[in-house]
């Protein structure tokens, strides 16, 4: 079973930075699939970022490319997603999310792609 537990949330000034942690725990696999989601009130969940071991590059939604990156320690199993010059509209809870898809395609923003969800870190940027 694979858990994942988030931190790093916080509440920040527009313009300031964050980085949120995910620490993953359970995989079996050779290959995993960590992602990062974000929902607003009101709002759908959305993809922000997402990575996968059996794809080369990255995903990112359009509204933070440049802005955030996510990165992983592959033998700790940790995901960090730095966030840079943060906008009021980056507000809501941030989720860690994982699949341990081994092969085949990948939609990194749909949330169906992940079986394991964490329990949410709150970012606030205030403007």
């Known amino acids: 079973q694979v858990q994942l537990v988030e931190s790093g949330g916080d509440s920040v000034q527009n313009g300031g930075s964050l980085r949120l942690s995910c620490a993953a725990s359970?995989?079996?696999?050779?290959?995993?699939?960590m992602a990062w989601f974000r929902q607003a009130p009101g709002k759908e969940r959305e993809g922000v970022a997402a990575i996968w071991t059996a794809a080369f590059t990255p995903y990112y939604a359009d509204s933070v490319k440049g802005r955030f990156t996510i990165s992983q320690d592959n033998a700790k199993k940790t995901l960090w997603l730095h966030m840079n010059s943060l906008k009021p509209e980056d507000t809501g809870m941030y989720y860690c999310a994982a699949s341990e898809k081994q092969g085949g395609s990948w939609s990194p923003g749909n949330i169906r792609e992940y079986d394991y969800w964490g329990q949410g870190t709150q970012v606030t940027v205030s403007s």
């Open positions: 359970g995989f079996s696999g050779r290959h995993y699939m």
